[in-house]
C-alpha cells in the first residue's frame, strides 16, 4: 500500500492496530503508531484508543498509559480500554483507580464493559478482592446490568477466585436459562474450591439438560474425579471427551493422565501418554508423577531417562517428583545424581535431599547439606531431619534440630519437636537398661 503511495485511511491504521495482538507483534505496533503520529491521527480518540488496547494486547502497559494520559479527550471506550488492559494483566489496583479517575471527572457513565473489566479486576490476587467485588456487583444491579449472562458469568468467576462459593451459586441459581457457558463456569468454581461430587452432580444435569460441555468443562470434571479418586466417574468423561472429539487436546491428555494416575489407572494413564503425539515437559512430568505416586520407582526412572534421551529439559516439578520418588524408595545415590544435574534447585529439593540422605541413615551428610544450603533451610526441612535422627536413634542431632525448628518458626512450633527429642532418650534409657 505505502509503496503505491496509497495515503493510510484511520480505518487502515485501525485495523493494522487491530492486529497486534501478542508480545512478540510490539515492535510492529510501534511502528504503526509512529505512522499514526507522522500522519497526524494520533489525536483522534478512536486511534488513540486502539493504540491504547494495542499496546495492551502486546503487554506494553506503561506505553498504553503514556498514550492514555496524553490523550486530549477521551469516551466511555478509551477509559473501558484502560480499566480492561489493567484488569487482564492482572494489576486489579491499578484497573479501580483508573474507573475512580472516571468518576471523579463525571462525564461519562460506566457500562457493561466497565463493569464486567471491574470485576476481573477484582478477581486479579491470589485470594482477590471480595468487598470491592460485592460493591461493584451491587452498582451493575442498580445500573440495569444484572440480567446480562456474561456479567453474571464473570461474577461467578470473581466470587469463585474471592472464595466465595455459596454466592457464586446464589449468581448462577439466577441465571435462567442455564447456558453451557454458565454450567461450565460454575463446574470450575465447584472444582477449583473442592466441592467435588457437587461439580459432577451439575455435570449430570446439565448432560440432562442437553447443554455442551467445553475444554473448560472435561478440565474441572477431570480434577474432581481424580481428587475423589472416582475411577469409574473418570472412565465415562473420557469416553465423553472422545465423543466431542477432544482426546487429541493437550490439556485434556495431560488432565487425563493426571485422573488415571490419581486413581491407580496406571495402564491407562500409560496408554494416554503413549498416543500424545507431542510430549511436552508437563507431559512427561505428569506420567513420572502417575507412577511415583504409587511407588513405581523403577518405571519412574526409565521415563526420565527417555525423556532424556527425547531431548526435553526436565523443570523443577520434573526434579522435585523424582527426588521425593527416590527418597522414598531408598535410593540415595541415583536421587544425589538427579540433584546435582540441577542449576538451580529450589528449596523443596533441597527438602528432598535431606529426606533422602536421613532416610538411608546418612545423618552427617543431611545435616551438612542443612548447614551449608544457600539458603535458610524452613521447619519443615527440619522436622524431616528430625524424624530421620528419630528413626536412627541420634539423640545429639535430634536436639540439634529441634533447637533449629525453634529458631527459624519461633511462631508455629508445637511441643512436638521436643516431644520426639524427649521420646528418643526414653528409648534410648530403654535399649540401655535391655
Request: net charge negative; glycine share 6%; charged share 20%.
Amino acid at each position: 500500500m505505502e509503496l503505491h503511495g496509497i495515503k493510510a485511511t484511520r480505518v487502515t491504521f485501525l485495523n493494522a492496530l487491530s492486529a497486534c495482538a501478542a508480545p512478540e507483534l510490539l515492535a510492529q505496533a510501534r511502528s504503526i503508531v509512529e505512522k499514526i503520529t507522522a500522519a497526524g491521527m494520533d489525536r483522534d480518540v478512536l486511534v488513540a484508543t486502539a493504540v491504547v488496547s494495542a499496546y495492551a494486547r502486546c503487554g506494553a502497559i506503561a506505553s498504553a498509559r503514556e498514550v492514555f494520559d496524553a490523550m486530549p479527550a477521551r469516551n466511555i471506550v478509551s477509559w473501558n480500554a484502560m480499566i480492561e488492559a489493567y484488569a487482564q494483566h492482572g494489576r486489579g489496583a491499578d484497573a479501580i483507580a483508573v474507573f475512580r479517575l472516571l468518576e471523579l471527572e463525571g462525564t461519562f457513565q460506566a457500562n457493561k464493559i466497565t463493569f464486567l473489566a471491574l470485576i476481573e479486576a477484582c478477581s486479579c490476587s491470589w485470594q482477590g478482592n471480595l468487598g470491592t467485588g460485592r460493591l461493584f456487583h451491587r452498582r451493575a444491579i442498580a445500573s440495569g446490568f444484572h440480567t446480562d449472562e456474561s456479567l453474571k458469568n464473570s461474577l461467578v468467576n470473581m466470587y469463585s477466585k474471592c472464595g466465595s462459593v455459596e454466592e457464586a451459586r446464589q449468581v448462577f441459581d439466577s441465571i435462567a436459562p442455564r447456558t453451557a457457558i454458565s454450567c461450565s463456569v460454575m463446574i470450575t468454581t465447584l472444582a477449583q474450591n473442592g466441592f467435588y461430587r457437587e461439580a459432577l452432580e451439575l455435570y449430570r444435569e446439565m448432560q440432562e439438560e442437553g447443554l455442551e460441555s467445553n475444554n473448560m468443562t472435561f478440565l474441572s470434571l477431570l480434577e474432581a474425579s481424580a481428587n475423589l479418586t472416582a475411577l469409574g466417574q473418570g472412565r465415562r468423561i473420557h469416553a465423553s471427551i472422545i465423543d466431542y472429539g477432544l482426546a487429541r487436546d493437550l490439556l485434556i491428555q495431560t488432565a487425563l493422565m493426571y485422573m488415571y494416575g490419581k486413581c491407580a489407572g496406571l495402564d491407562e494413564a500409560r496408554e494416554v501418554f503413549e498416543s500424545m503425539e507431542r510430549k511436552n515437559v508437563v507431559a512427561w512430568t505428569s506420567i513420572i508423577a502417575a507412577y511415583s505416586q504409587h511407588g513405581h520407582c523403577e518405571e519412574s526412572l526409565e521415563l526420565f531417562r527417555r525423556m532424556a534421551l527425547d531431548g526435553v529439559m526436565p523443570n523443577e516439578v520434573t526434579y522435585g517428583t523424582l527426588l521425593s520418588t527416590c527418597s522414598h524408595a531408598g535410593l540415595v545415590d541415583e536421587a544425589y545424581d538427579n540433584f546435582v544435574e540441577m542449576k538451580n534447585p529450589r528449596l523443596t529439593h533441597y527438602r528432598c535431599m535431606v529426606d533422602a540422605l536421613g532416610r538411608a541413615g546418612k545423618l552427617d551428610e543431611a545435616e551438612d547439606l542443612l548447614n551449608n544450603m544457600p539458603f535458610e533451610p524452613d521447619s519443615v526441612a527440619w522436622v524431616l531431619f528430625l524424624g530421620a535422627c528419630k528413626t536412627h536413634g541420634s539423640i545429639e542431632r535430634g536436639s540439634r534440630a529441634a533447637e533449629s525448628i525453634r529458631e527459624v518458626a519461633p511462631e508455629s512450633v508445637s511441643a512436638g519437636p521436643f516431644v520426639m527429642v524427649s521420646n528418643m532418650y526414653g528409648f534410648s534409657r530403654v535399649c540401655v537398661a535391655g
